[in-house]
T-cell receptor, first 113, second 113 residues
Framework: AQSVTQLDSQVPVFEEAPVELRCNYS??????LFWYVQYPNQGLQLLLK??????LVKGINGFEAEFNKSQTSFHLRKPSVHISDTAEYFC???????????FGQGTRLTINP | DAGVTQSPTHLIKTRGQQVTLRCSPK?????VSWYQQALGQGPQFIFQ???????QRGNFPDRFSGHQFPNYSSELNVNALLLGDSALYLC????????????FGSGTRLTVV
């Protein structure tokens, strides 16, 4: 079975500051990794995904994430955040060949002006 | 290009009643999954439908059932509603495999009173 731990439930940052949202996962088999964003009263939108190959993955809205197999981590970063990045961010894992996503509890990113 | 469409957007039901939620997948997608998102939690996988059959199921009781139609749209049925079934129900679609990434709908907010 797979599990995901998002290490911070809330992350407050100032506008234009860098941010890192941390995600660790557990799995006995190879996995795919995803980050999704959820804006208030909306569904989830895919930010980026890691399937294989380069461990640095670039996504939409200036976000990127790095897969670290030895530390079983997939942290999300953005060098400079904007007010519009205020949202809930979910890390998710799927075993390769499986059909379900296992989500973390989410990290609420709050951007202060 | 329409994304994933869910109806209704909000619903209030009484304990013991039955409810049906509906989902139209993104154009070109053939696989539909349903997730339950309780307040303040990450989404949890209910089941996935592909070629009108349930392909995989999460840890949900038999009170939760579903259906996929030939046009790939899907329904989620919940019988004998409990207060704990109150949640945001998300439908997600993809083309065959999870590695392509899901497209999520905005969800149906179910309140059981």
């Amino acid at each position: 079975a797979q599990s995901v731990t998002q290490l911070d439930s809330q992350v407050p940052v100032f506008e234009e500051a860098p941010v890192e949202l941390r995600c660790n996962y557990s799995s006995s088999v190879s996995v795919y990794l995803f980050w999704y964003v959820q804006y208030p009263n909306q569904g989830l939108q895919l930010l980026l995904k890691y399937l294989s190959g380069s461990t640095l993955v670039k996504g939409i809205n200036g976000f990127e994430a790095e897969f670290n197999k030895s530390q079983t981590s997939f942290h999300l970063r953005k060098p400079s955040v904007h007010i519009s990045d205020t949202a809930e961010y979910f890390c998710a894992v799927s075993a390769q060949g499986a059909q379900k996503l296992v989500f973390g509890q989410g990290t609420r990113l709050t951007i202060n002006p | 290009d329409a994304g994933v469409t869910q109806s209704p957007t909000h619903l209030i039901k009484t304990r013991g009643q039955q409810v049906t939620l509906r989902c139209s997948p993104k154009s070109g997608h053939d696989t539909v999954s349903w997730y339950q998102q309780a307040l303040g939690q990450g989404p949890q996988f209910i089941f996935q439908y592909y070629e009108e059959e349930e392909r995989q199921r999460g840890n949900f009781p038999d009170r939760f059932s579903g259906h996929q139609f030939p046009n790939y749209s899907s329904e989620l049925n919940v019988n004998a509603l409990l207060l704990g079934d109150s949640a945001l129900y998300l439908c997600a679609s993809t083309l065959g495999q999870i590695l392509y990434g899901y497209t999520f709908g905005s969800g149906t907010r179910l309140t059981v009173v």
